[in-house]
């Protein structure tokens, strides 16, 4: 059961215009979402993150947008540039339970970003 | 900031023999640290949750005899894998979430390839 989905294993976007990448989610107790950019064998490198009780949190070219009632986030990234080719998760925690903070992944999107 | 490391980076044994990885935050303490696994084209898969000066605790379907993790300190966790196979080759990054400040973020090493023959 993946509580963590996305749904497109990949994208490509031209330099310059905007990528959009989306995540959903199935576990209403999550609480807290982050993004990861990773390159093939490199651990992932966080990107942004956003809080439940937000709906939307912005940094540089990134910015982050949650609707809880659909439970989906998506991330923008604009101007997408060619060094943002790389493969994005999304992942998700929940503080409730004694869970130490656990994230909980999805399978990953690669961004291909043309020039 | 935020900067985790693990050592090896690349590791090719023998079936059979143990190897230790490491994982350090550089420059923030880390009470809770984590390990994952990831196959080919696959995301990561969390195998333990690892606390300072506790057990650690496993996932399901995860050998704790198998895979060995010592938090003996705020900046320091080390997996071992006992008796390597080859179906024990693999990806295995490490994450630390700081002590102080956003813990629901974790900062990831740069992960270990091991490949035992």
């Known amino acids: 059961d993946q509580q963590v989905k996305q749904n497109s294993p990949s994208l490509s976007v031209q330099e310059g215009r905007i990528s959009i990448l989306n995540c959903d989610y199935t576990?209403?107790?999550?609480?807290?979402f982050l993004w990861y950019k990773k390159y093939p064998a490199e651990g992932p490198t966080f990107l942004i993150s956003?809080?439940?009780?937000?709906d939307k949190n912005e940094d540089g070219r990134f910015t982050v947008f949650l609707n809880k009632s659909a439970k989906h986030l998506s991330l923008h990234i604009v101007p997408s540039q060619p060094g943002d080719s790389a493969v994005y998760f999304c992942a998700a925690s929940s503080n409730s339970g004694g869970s130490n903070y656990k994230l909980t992944f999805g399978k990953g999107t690669l961004l291909t970003v043309n020039p | 900031g935020a900067v985790v490391s693990q050592h090896p980076s690349r590791v090719i044994c023998k079936s059979g023999t143990s190897v230790k990885i490491e994982c350090r935050s550089l420059?923030?303490?880390?009470?809770?640290m984590f390990w994952y696994r990831q196959f080919p084209k696959q995301s990561l898969m969390l195998m333990a949750t690892?606390?300072?000066?506790?057990?650690?605790?496993?996932e399901q379907g995860v050998e704790k005899d198998k895979f060995l993790i010592n938090h003996a300190s705020l900046t320091l966790s080390t997996l071992t894998v006992t008796s390597a196979h080859p179906e024990d080759s693999s990806f295995y990054i490490c994450s630390a979430a700081p002590t102080s400040g956003i813990q629901e973020t974790q900062y990831f090493g740069p992960g270990t390839r091991l490949l035992v023959l």
């Open positions: 956003i809080s439940s009780i937000k």
């Open positions: 420059d923030f303490q880390a009470t809770t």
């Open positions: 690892s606390n300072e000066g506790s057990k650690a605790t496993y």
């Open positions: 576990n209403s107790m999550f609480d807290y």
